[in-house]
């Protein structure tokens, strides 16, 4: 009896809803039994960060003021006093992290199984644009912790568009809001970061799957079996015929499971290591300052340390658009063909060399070790062993050695700057002539010193630099001398 | 089929205009020109930052001339001339002035001439210092070593009636010097 009521009210109210079609139509939709793989879950939990994004962010914006001079004051007021402003905070900083990393895996694991042929081209290039954006996100909301790092890091941002030709001061101008960066800047990026990329994501999203419903989700690849577009179709149908179960309620179990482990992690990470909190205030006069980007930009921000200074132009104006169209143009290339990885070496060649290049960059960004270590010079000291028994010329010239920031770019024995040679062995390197020749004459990216060291201070400081060798080690000699003179 | 002969094919005519049809276009071209009548406005707001409808740089006194001591490098810092209300500490745009002897000064932006990180001063070995990508130039500005393409960007400056005077009020890039 009870039941029957109920199937009346469920009847009476689907009469008026019309619920049944759109979720056959959506949630309900059939997919090849095979493509409920623990592969396939990376696209929707980055869709579950996305709504968690939506949530933290709107949480977020009652508090944040994104006002130039009170945002860096506002963070703080979220960070310390508003309950649990912290930890959302900290949801919002790892969620970010983690729709980065998810959406990235799930490129990957689209393009591993060739997902992006025919006929899901403009479902990958909707994916692509989802990929743009979100990077866009994640760069605009760094800007909005309004800190030392979002100010410095805008500065470079900006300098890298006033290289373009032509177009560089316009798009500075427009980028900034003006001529410099100050409070209309924040606003712009304030009202991008909530407004105008959310929007476009959303809409995107919608796009996407209603490709995703279209045109099928892509079936699990067989080894040797390859898309043909002229039956492609037909086959796919016969696979639905054969396999297809509901996606809701039979095959969305990983799913499920993935997002729940998804939403764990970035609970965890939240509570474990907190929000990322501002670095300090927005002043440009405090230049005491190494900017950093986050993570996602980290490989970037190593590309340009690491280029030689005459790519760099080129590789940004020319070559980074151009990576960025034959992402897009990858399925128009190869529209048919091999699915399996197992038959694609070269597709998996590429994935590896682009993520362990990627990787390798973002770990050489997290050290930087082209980054003088700007207060090497009084704050790290000459090592015993090294001053140990030595005359006093010798003394002197490893005072003149830190009180002219040689240690900020070089290191002794591993401790100060990265960015020159370590000096522990120079002794073994280099003779007394090419040391003088070195400093006073620079090169090889050394600044040259002629002009700021008296001679005595030549003297000296080559004479504690010959000293410099490890123990059992033979010191470079000029081969033109006589043995033993 | 039927063999009757058939009459010639009328020429494909144009569907009549009725009322219906009529009206259907005109509401679309009304509604066409809305839009593009809203669009100019906010096209307008939004590249207004971009088209220069005022001098994007002022003259602005750093200060007498007795502050910066005869060669040497300091520190100098200048409000934006075209601050607002709410701009707070971004306002204060900092830049290394060297008197060079008696008025003959530069005024070198903060900023490093490769990717914008600001630069720091080292009286005691006589170079200016990135900490971002280690960019070293001499004390006149000229590239030491790294990367930069060029030298530091330098204001235009003047003296008058004892006060140091520097034309800013923009961030300089490779397309725009200050
Ligand atoms: S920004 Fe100064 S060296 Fe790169």
């Known amino acids: ?485 | 089929m039927s063999d009757e002969p058939r009459e010639p094919m009328p020429p494909p005519a144009l569907p009549p205009v009725t009322r219906r049809s009529f009206l259907f276009k005109l509401g679309l071209g009304l509604n066409a020109l809305a839009a593009a009548l809203v669009a100019v406005p906010l096209i307008g707001y939004v590249i207004s930052a971009v088209v220069q409808t005022r001098a994007d740089q002022a003259w602005i006194p750093l200060g007498s001339i007795g502050d910066f001591p005869e060669r040497q490098t300091r520190l100098a810092t200048y409000r934006n001339p075209f601050r607002v209300a709410w701009d707070g500490t971004t306002a204060d745009i900092p830049c290394w002035v060297r008197r060079v002897g008696g008025e003959r000064f530069q005024v070198f932006a903060i900023n490093c001439a490769h990717l914008g990180c600001p630069v720091r001063w080292f009286p005691q070995s006589g170079l200016f210092m990135c900490p971002c990508h280690g960019g070293v130039y001499y004390e006149d500005g000229r590239v030491a070593s790294g990367p930069p393409p060029r030298g530091l960007f330098e204001y235009e400056y003047k003296v008058s009636q004892g006060s140091l005077w520097v034309r800013g009020g923009r961030v300089p890039t490779l397309s725009q010097t200050v």
Not at chain 1, 306 to 324: A, H, K, N, R, S
Not at chain 1, 462 to 468: E, G, I, Q
């Open chain 1, 1 to 485: 009896m009870g039941s029957s009521r109920l199937r009346a009210a469920g009847d009476w109210l689907e009469q008026r809803l019309g619920l049944r079609p759109l979720f056959e139509g959506s949630a309900g939709h059939l997919v090849p039994s095979n493509a409920s793989s623990w592969w396939y879950v990376f696209g929707s939990a980055t869709l579950v960060c996305l709504v968690m994004q939506i949530a933290t962010g709107i949480c977020l914006a009652l508090v944040y003021v994104p006002s130039a001079d009170q945002a860096w004051e506002s963070l703080q007021h979220l960070d310390f006093e508003q309950p649990f402003g912290w930890y959302l905070r900290g949801l919002h900083y790892w969620g970010s992290n983690f729709m980065v990393a998810l959406m990235t895996l799930h490129m990957i694991q689209v393009f591993l199984f060739g997902a992006y042929k025919y006929p899901r081209e403009l479902t990958w290039l909707c994916g692509c644009l989802l990929f743009l954006c979100t990077l866009g996100l994640a760069f605009t909301g760094q800007v909005l912790r309004f800190d030392q790092n979002a100010y410095w890091g805008l500065g470079i941002g900006v300098s890298i568009m006033g290289r373009i030709p032509l177009l560089g001061e316009s798009l500075t101008s427009l980028v900034l809001g003006g001529p410099i960066l100050a409070a209309e800047t924040l606003t712009r990026f304030f009202s991008l970061h909530v407004f105008v990329l959310p929007g476009l994501v959303i809409t995107l999203v919608v796009l996407h799957l209603r490709m995703v419903l279209h045109n099928g989700i892509n079936e699990f690849p067989t080894r040797g079996r390859g898309v043909d577009p002229e039956t492609y179709d037909a086959e796919y149908a016969e696979l639905i015929e054969r396999t297809g179960e509901p996606f809701f309620p039979n095959a969305i179990h990983k799913d499920l499971l993935f997002s729940a482990v998804v939403i764990g992690s970035i609970l965890a990470c939240a509570a474990i290591f907190g929000p990322k909190l501002p670095n300090g205030p927005p002043d440009p006069t405090l230049i005491d300052t190494v900017p950093r980007p986050d993570f996602y930009f980290l490989a970037l921000f190593s590309v340009f340390a690491l280029l030689p200074p005459y790519m760099e132009t080129f590789l940004i104006v020319y070559v980074m658009p151009v990576v960025v169209l034959a992402l897009f143009a990858i399925p128009f290339v190869s529209r048919s063909g091999a699915k399996h990885p197992a038959d694609r070496p070269v597709a998996v060649a590429g994935v590896v060399l682009v993520m362990t290049t990627v990787m390798t960059l973002a770990v050489l960004g997290l050290s930087s070790d082209w980054s003088p270590h700007m207060d090497a010079w009084k704050s790290v000291a000459v090592p015993v062993e090294m001053v140990e028994g030595r005359s006093p010329l010798e003394l002197r010239g490893a005072a003149v050695l830190q009180a002219k920031q040689c240690r900020n770019c070089h290191a002794l024995d591993g401790s100060g700057g990265k960015r020159g040679p370590d000096l522990g062995d120079v002794a073994t390197r280099l003779t007394e002539d090419q040391l003088i020749r070195q400093v006073l004459q620079g090169g090889g990216n050394m600044p040259a010193y002629g002009k700021n060291l008296s001679p005595p201070e030549v003297a000296a400081l080559v004479a504690f630099l010959r000293t410099l060798s490890p123990a059992d080690a033979a010191i470079a000699q000029n081969s033109a001398d006589p043995l033993g003179g």
